[in-house]
C-alpha cells in the first residue's frame, strides 16, 4: 500500500517534470548494511553484506532526445548528452558524473544507450551508512538494463558497473561491497579475493522468525574533516601488506605476520599493526558468520557480530578519533546499546567508522522500550528499525509497451 502511493506520487511528479506518457518503467534499488567484514573489502578480503527495506524507486521511459534527464525529488535534473560520455575532474562528487559514468560503461560493453527521463524519489537515510550512492548507481543502471538492454546485464555486472562509474567518473576509490549488496539483494557473502570475479553467496536471513529487528542508530556525530582518518586505514594496512612484498592483506599469511610483530611494529608503527591484526581475525570472522546463518545458528551469529564490534574499537580503532575529547558519539551509543540491552543482542559500529551510526540486532520483545531508551539520549527518530529485503535492484512493474 504505502509502495502504491510513493509510485503514484511519483508518476505525477514525473508528469509535472517531464509531460504525460503511457510506456515507463517502474525501479527500485535498495540500501545496503554491513553486517560482518568491518574494512575488509578493499584488502581483498570477506564480507556479509545486505539489502534494507529503505529504498530509491524511479520512474522512467525514453525520450526522443539523445539526452539523459533524471530529476531527484529535492534535487535539480541532472541532464547528460549521450555524445558527451568522457570523464570530467570538474564533475567529480557530483551525480550527474555517476549517471554519465554509467551510461559510459553501458556503451562500452557494446550496449545501444539512448535518452530517456526519470523521475526518481528516496527513503533511504543520508549519512546513514546505509549507501544511498551505491542505490542511486544500482537504480540508473536498472533503468537503462531495463529501457535498453532487455534487462539481460546481471545483477553483478551491474554493480561493477556502479563500482566502474563511482571510481573513474565520480572520483571516489571504493570496494565493490555497497553496489553488490544493493543490486544481488537480501544477506549476501562476498569474497573479494579475486576482485574481478568475486565469489559470490546469497544466504537465507529472516530477523523476523529469529525474533530480532536491526536497528540502524544515528548517532548524530558530523563526518566533516574526518578524511585522513578514514584514508588512513586502507594506507595502514597496505604498509603492512608491503613490508612482506604484497599490496593487500589477503595476499599475507597470518602465521607469518604474527612471527614479524617486533620488525613490524618498528617499520609501521603499533596501529598499524593492530589494524592489520583487525583485518586477519575479522576476515575470518566473516566466513564463520555466513556459516552460522547457514546452519540458523543465529546465537553464535550474535556472538560474532559483538565479536566484530569489540575488535573493531580495539583494533582497527574506527570508533573514535584517537585522543578526542568530544566527538565521540559512537562510542557513546554503543556505551547505550550495551547498557539497554543487558547481554541481549548484539551491537556494533557501523560501516566507515568515527562518525555516523551504530548497528544493534534487538529481541523484538525489547524493541520499543530499547528504541524509546536511545532516543532520549541521541534524540527522536535516531534510531530507525530495519530489515532485510529478499530482493536487490530489480523492474517492479512496466506499464504499456
Not at 584488502?43 to 529504498?55: F, I, P, T
Not at 575532474?89 to 544507450?113: H, P, T, Y
Not at 544493493?182 to 562476498?190: D, E, K
Not at 575470518?284 to 550474535?302: C, G, P, S, V
Request: aromatic fraction near 10%; proline fraction near 2%; include cysteine.
Amino acid at each position: 500500500m504505502q509502495r502504491d502511493i510513493r509510485f503514484n506520487s511519483i508518476r505525477e511528479q514525473y508528469e509535472k517534470e517531464f509531460g504525460q506518457i503511457r510506456e515507463l518503467v517502474y525501479i527500485s534499488a535498495p540500501g545496503r548494511t554491513e553486517i560482518g567484514g568491518n574494512h575488509t573489502d578493499h584488502q581483498h578480503g570477506c564480507v556479509l553484506a545486505g539489502s534494507v527495506n529503505l529504498d530509491i524507486i524511479a520512474v522512467a521511459a525514453k525520450n526522443d532526445d539523445n539526452i539523459i534527464r533524471i530529476k531527484s525529488e529535492g534535487y535539480p535534473v541532472d541532464e547528460i548528452n549521450l555524445n558527451e560520455l568522457a570523464p570530467d575532474k570538474n564533475e567529480f562528487g557530483k551525480s550527474s558524473a555517476l549517471i554519465r559514468g554509467i551510461a559510459a560503461r553501458f556503451k562500452e560493453l557494446g550496449f545501444e544507450v539512448r535518452g530517456f527521463n526519470a523521475y526518481t524519489s528516496s527513503n533511504v537515510l543520508k549519512g546513514s551508512g546505509l549507501s544511498s550512492s551505491a542505490a542511486f548507481e544500482v537504480l540508473a543502471a536498472n533503468i537503462i538494463n531495463a529501457l535498453f538492454c532487455e534487462e539481460k546485464v546481471s545483477a553483478v555486472e551491474i554493480a561493477k558497473i556502479g563500482q566502474y562509474s563511482e571510481n573513474i567518473y565520480f572520483g571516489k576509490p571504493c570496494g565493490l561491497m555497497d553496489q553488490m549488496a544493493s543490486s544481488i539483494g537480501g544477506a549476501v557473502f562476498i569474497d573479494f579475493k579475486t576482485t574481478d570475479n568475486p565469489r559470490i553467496k546469497k544466504i537465507e536471513f529472516d530477523l523476523a522468525k529469529e525474533g530480532y529487528a536491526l536497528c540502524i542508530i544515528d548517532t548524530g556525530a558530523d563526518h566533516a574533516d574526518l578524511t585522513d582518518e578514514y584514508a588512513a586505514i586502507p594506507s595502514e594496512m597496505r604498509a603492512a601488506a608491503n613490508f612482506f612484498g604484497k599490496d593487500y592483506l589477503r595476499e599475507v599469511d597470518k602465521n607469518k605476520f604474527l612471527a614479524e610483530i617486533s620488525k613490524l611494529r618498528e617499520h609501521i608503527g603499533d596501529r598499524a599493526v593492530l589494524r592489520a591484526y583487525h583485518f586477519f581475525k575479522e576476515n575470518e570472522r566473516a566466513f564463520k558468520e555466513a556459516k552460522a546463518l547457514e546452519e540458523k545458528d543465529f546465537q553464535t551469529f550474535l556472538e560474532l557480530v559483538k565479536e566484530s564490534g569489540r575488535s573493531s574499537y580495539m583494533y582497527l580503532q574506527n570508533v573514535n578519533v584517537t585522543g578526542a575529547k568530544s566527538g565521540q558519539a559512537v562510542g557513546i551509543v554503543l556505551a547505550l546499546c550495551e547498557e539497554y540491552l543487558q547481554g541481549k543482542g548484539a551491537y556494533r559500529v557501523h560501516g566507515g567508522g568515527f562518525a555516523g551510526t551504530v548497528q544493534a540486532f534487538v529481541p523484538l520483545e525489547n524493541l520499543d522500550d530499547f528504541k524509546q531508551n536511545i532516543e532520549k539520549s541521541v534524540g527522536t527518530g535516531k534510531c530507525h528499525i530495519l530489515s532485510i529485503r529478499s530482493n536487490g535492484g530489480t523492474v517492479l512493474k512496466r506499464i504499456g509497451g
